[in-house]
Structures are given as structure tokens and as C-alpha cells.
């Protein structure tokens, strides 16, 4: 049995990747992977409004959520990138803290 002195991320994750736990949950993961996961929700209208009420927005309402909904297909494409739970949590972060997608 290895011990891991340092407190960090990466200790972390060879932890998790050296232990009966992270087998385990490797296996789940992959298993839930090749049964499809959960089905995307379709999104919902805001409560009380109705869908005649969406149809009435103005373009750049409408441009807005457009935008918006690219941005979210963006990052959800991005975050299913993840090679597993640490590199999913570290690109969360990174979106959290806005550096994904900076060029400079």
C-alpha cells in the first residue's frame, strides 16, 4: 500500500486511481457511458409564461438566447471532453473562473 504524503490534486487522483474505489467507480462511469447516460431535457419555457408568450420576444431577445444557448452547447462539448472526475472538476474550475476560451 502507497502512502501520499502531499496534500494536492494529483495526489488525489493517483489515489483514486490506485484504490478498489476508483476501479469501481471507472467501472460505473463507463458503464453509464455505454448505456447512453441521461437523455438532455428539452429547455422549459419560464414558469407562467406560455409559448405564445416566447414567440412575441423581440429579435434580440430571441438573438440573446441564441447566443446563449451556443455558449451552453460550447461548454457542456467541452466538459464531456473530461478524461475523468479530476479533469472534469479542473474544467469546471476553468470555466468558473472564465479562462476557457482566452487567447491571450
Known sequence: MR??????????EMYFNNSFVG???TFFNAAVARLGGAKP???????GASR??????????RLDHWFW???QRAQESYL???RDRFDLER????IG????GRYY
Open 3 to 12: 502512502t501520499y504524503e502531499i496534500s494536492s490534486p494529483v495526489a488525489a
Open 23 to 25: 476501479d469501481v467507480a
Open 41 to 47: 431535457r428539452r429547455p422549459q419555457t419560464p414558469r
Open 52 to 61: 405564445a408568450d416566447t414567440k412575441h420576444q423581440s429579435l434580440l431577445d
Open 69 to 71: 444557448r451556443q455558449q
Open 80 to 82: 464531456a471532453g473530461a
Open 91 to 94: 474544467r469546471i474550475d476553468a
Open 97 to 100: 473562473r472564465g479562462t476557457v
